[in-house]
């Protein structure tokens, strides 16, 4: 008698998921707090949206803060999440985390906002992952409350190992924005030395703009008087 046997046709349920292997689910929060305080959140805040707009027309320049990166595939516990971040030669979309293993890029600039909680873990553990593990080519800290000293410093990758960026005009100039990182106002900002200017944040520029244009209508509305009175002493001549 012949046997009938179950078809083998595309493998059973458990040779599927044993060839599938298990689906790692990289989290998006690490339960921390985004900002400490309305002036740490507002400056990482304008910093992401300086830096944005300063390179809206590179199509490869991502721009991003405290959104977590992964840096070993598989593992959920190998990660950070900067205050500030940028990478170059990745494209601009939106993501729900960073993993290194598939963009093909780390960060190449890294902003953490420090407070007195936070500035042990920025200035040595975060130091050594940024500059031994991930190879980020510059490293900023900065406390808006000027509680830790230094309260700004940074660090430039040279040989694998992290130079202190020496100060120049109160700033200290990136290479790899091209720009300088300073106090203006009391708060740190972007300075733009081809344009010999600071990097205003788009509302701030809004603003700017609006008091030009202002300015500008009012001095045209004096103009505009100043030639009524002209034509009327001619006619009156």
Known sequence: M??????????????????????????????????????HRKLMTDFILMLEDHFKDANDVYVSGDLLIYYEEGNIYKSVAPDVFIVFGVSKKDRRTYRTWEEGQTPDLVLEVASPSTYRKDITEKKELYASILGVREYYIYDPYAEVQPHFQGYRLVNGVYEAIEFVDERLPSAVL??????????????????SEWVLPPKARIIQAEARAENAEAELVKALAALKRFQGKTDNN
């Open 2 to 39: 012949n046997k009938a046997y179950p078809s083998k046709r595309g493998g059973s349920t458990i040779q599927k998921q044993i060839k599938a292997g298990p689906t790692v689910v990289y989290p998006e929060s690490d339960g921390e707090p985004i900002a400490e305080t309305d002036r």
């Open 178 to 195: 091209g720009l300088e990182l300073g106090e203006q106002d009391g708060t740190l900002s972007l300075y733009d030395p081809s344009r």
